[in-house]
């Protein structure tokens, strides 16, 4: 135990000014989704629309963030994250205090779209401002800890989306409506202070390894570049297969637990935050699996070890049951991500990290798209049991494939770091 202090005793001290202003931001940033997102699909709900309206709604945002995120990860290259989040966070505002006070149909769409391109915005600075900000040595625990942070804050979000919208609805008296309205304006509220860390940002914390480097001259790339795309190109691939299995399940598993097992909104933000909670936990252990097994064999041990639990959540009929399987599950696959990231980093030029995090999100939101009318479709016509437990079990079949094709890609040195230390260094 006094080695696995010590070790992160040792890396916070190394870590700079502008990544410890980031944490602060990313912190912010999580709490407010979290608490937004616990009670928006609730909140449609609540309007009186029915299951597909949600899958439309999320299908929307996610096609809105793949438009957008490779010319946003461009930009970042070309510009610089601060000026980047800095335009995105007050889209994200508007978006999402636009999201919270529509209640027709339009209107739930047009803010849905607009969320996720601003949201989409903001997300493709994070992953290569941590990478520009840190050194190769620093970024499997760099990664965990930030990844840990988010799970943290999204726990607190979660928490007061649940607790305060039954608050606001059984004790102070207001309709469903109102109660999930005022908490969705609570989670705004929360991204609304990121903005003071990102506003301090200073740009000259950016490591050597990327400074002079404005972005990519697509005219003459390099021998180096062009492995770049080709490794870009397959997390591409990779994250879109992710992302529809993903999708399939993800965005819906607080509607999950309200439809099988009919359970208040406190009680939905209790197990989605001790699913959180978990995967916080996992992410700080995370580095003692990096070390016994390489950053790509535990990837695949990780995500293969989620998938017996993601059936368990399929296809219990017992709240208790289901809701252990669901913190495993999310503890297990996503203590993965990490790793993902800096294996990510570590082949990909320096100067064309954006484009990598912005090309693989916005796969990931495309699969998204693609998942949400299979998956409220399967759950319109087969109904809270066999429509979910049909939507899991696809997921955990499509999870399997990616993990063989990540050992076959990543677990046998196919590929050359791209990021070398300097001569003399």
């Not at 070890?305 to 208790?320: C, D, E, G, K």
Request: glycine share 10%.
């Amino acid at each position: 135990m006094s080695i696995f202090i010590n070790e992160w005793k040792m890396q916070l001290a190394g870590y700079s000014r502008n990544i410890r202003l980031f944490l602060l931001f990313n912190f912010m940033w999580n709490a407010g989704l979290g608490t937004f997102g616990l009670v928006y699909n609730l909140y449609v709900r609540a309007l009186g629309f029915e299951h597909t309206m949600v899958g439309s709604l999320v299908g929307m945002t996610a096609v809105a963030s793949a438009i957008i995120l490779i010319p946003a990860g461009i930009l970042n290259d070309r510009l610089g994250p601060r000026r980047v989040v800095s335009y995105g966070l007050l889209l994200v505002l508007a978006a999402l205090t636009a999201r919270s006070l529509l209640e027709g149909r339009q209107g739930l769409m047009f803010s849905a779209f607009l969320g996720g391109m601003a949201q989409a915005v903001v997300s493709a600075t994070i992953l290569p401002f941590m990478a520009n900000n840190s050194t190769p040595a620093q970024r499997v625990h760099l990664f965990s800890l930030n990844m840990a942070l988010a799970m943290i804050a999204s726990v607190l979000g979660n928490l007061i989306g649940g607790s305060f919208s039954d608050m606001f609805h059984y004790l102070l008296g207001l309709d469903a409506v109102v109660s999930l309205r005022w908490t969705l304006m609570i989670g705004v509220g929360f991204i609304a202070l990121g903005l003071v860390p990102v506003l301090a940002y200073s740009s000259d914390g950016t490591t050597a390894a990327v400074s002079g480097k404005p972005g990519v001259q697509w005219q003459r790339l390099s021998g180096r570049q062009r492995a770049s795309l080709k490794i870009i190109a397959l997390f591409a691939f990779l994250s879109l297969l992710s992302s529809s299995a993903g999708g399939m399940i993800v965005p819906y598993l607080n509607v999950y637990f309200e439809d099988r097992f009919l359970i208040s909104n406190t009680l939905i933000g209790l197990i989605v935050s001790l699913g959180q909670g978990a995967t916080a936990l996992a992410y700080l252990l995370g580095p003692v699996f990096a070390r016994k097994l390489g950053d790509a064999k535990a990837v695949v041990v990780l995500q293969l070890s989620s998938i017996p639990f993601m059936l368990v959540t399929a296809y219990s009929t017992n709240f208790y049951l289901a809701g252990t399987g669901y913190l495993f599950r999310q503890a297990l696959m996503n203590a993965a991500t990490p790793f993902y990231n800096t294996i990510k980093m570590k082949y990909v030029d320096p100067a064309m990290r954006g484009l990598a995090s912005s090309s693989g999100e916005a796969m990931f939101n495309l699969g998204w798209f693609l998942a949400a009318p299979v998956s409220t479709g399967l759950i319109a016509q087969y109904g809270s049991y066999y429509g979910y437990a049909y939507a899991f079990s696809i997921t955990a079949v499509v999870y399997t494939l990616i993990s063989v094709l990540f050992y076959f890609f990543f677990c046998k040195d196919r590929f050359r770091p791209a990021e070398e230390p300097a001569n003399g260094e």
